[in-house]
């Protein structure tokens, strides 16, 4: 399925429909899932679901995570950008 990705200045354009809301979204994530996927990979990491894996799983993948949480921030900051974009006409 192929978004209708518009460019953020478009005044057509809906949040959700402009590329910069989806890399502010995306980034992050790839990024925190390569780094996450390169991690496990190297460290032989073996699943377990007792407490101890768990503070395995926060101890290793504290940096990934803080990366994945930057597009919560970053998704409202381009909301705000587009909503001041579609204004802009109307003043």
Not at 17 to 24: P, R
Not at 36 to 48: D, K, M, R, V
Not at 61 to 83: C, H, N, Q, T, Y
């Amino acid at each position: 399925m192929k978004l209708p990705v518009k460019s953020l200045r478009d005044p057509s354009a809906t949040l959700f429909s402009s590329y910069a809301f989806w890399f502010a979204i995306g980034i992050p994530i790839v990024l925190a899932v390569t780094l996450i996927s390169i991690a496990s990979y190297n460290s032989g990491l073996h699943p377990s679901v007792t407490a101890e894996g768990f503070k395995n799983i926060y101890e290793f993948f504290k940096l990934p995570i803080a990366i994945a949480e930057l597009s919560i921030p970053s998704a409202p900051l381009v909301g705000g950008d587009s909503g001041r974009m579609g204004s802009h006409p109307n003043i």
